[in-house]
């Protein structure tokens, strides 16, 4: 990711041009819960409504 270069490592058949925002919104959620510190890292709350918000994008219709 910090090479900008998310696209290359994700299998051609999970990537699309309709899903490669929330792709990309995804690898930067996980790499922050990967923080080191602790403060840094969002909440399971947060997680949860991010990934909620990014499956409701997914199923909407004009998604």
Same mark, same amino acid.
């Given at each position: 990711? !910090? +090479? /900008?270069?998310?696209? #290359? %490592? %994700? /299998?051609?058949? %999970?990537?699309? #041009? !309709? @899903?490669?925002? &929330?792709? !990309? +919104?995804v690898a930067d959620l996980a790499s922050r819960c990967l923080e080191m510190i /602790?403060? @840094?890292?969002?909440?399971?709350? #947060? &997680?949860?409504?991010?990934? /909620?918000?990014?499956?409701? &994008?997914?199923?909407?219709?004009?998604?």
């Open positions: 990711m !910090e +090479e /900008g270069r998310l696209m #290359d %490592i %994700i /299998g051609h058949h %999970i990537q699309t #041009d !309709e @899903n490669a925002g &929330v792709l !990309e +919104e /602790g403060n @840094n890292r969002p909440s399971m709350r #947060d &997680v949860a409504d991010k990934l /909620g918000r990014l499956r409701k &994008v997914m199923q909407h219709p004009w998604a």
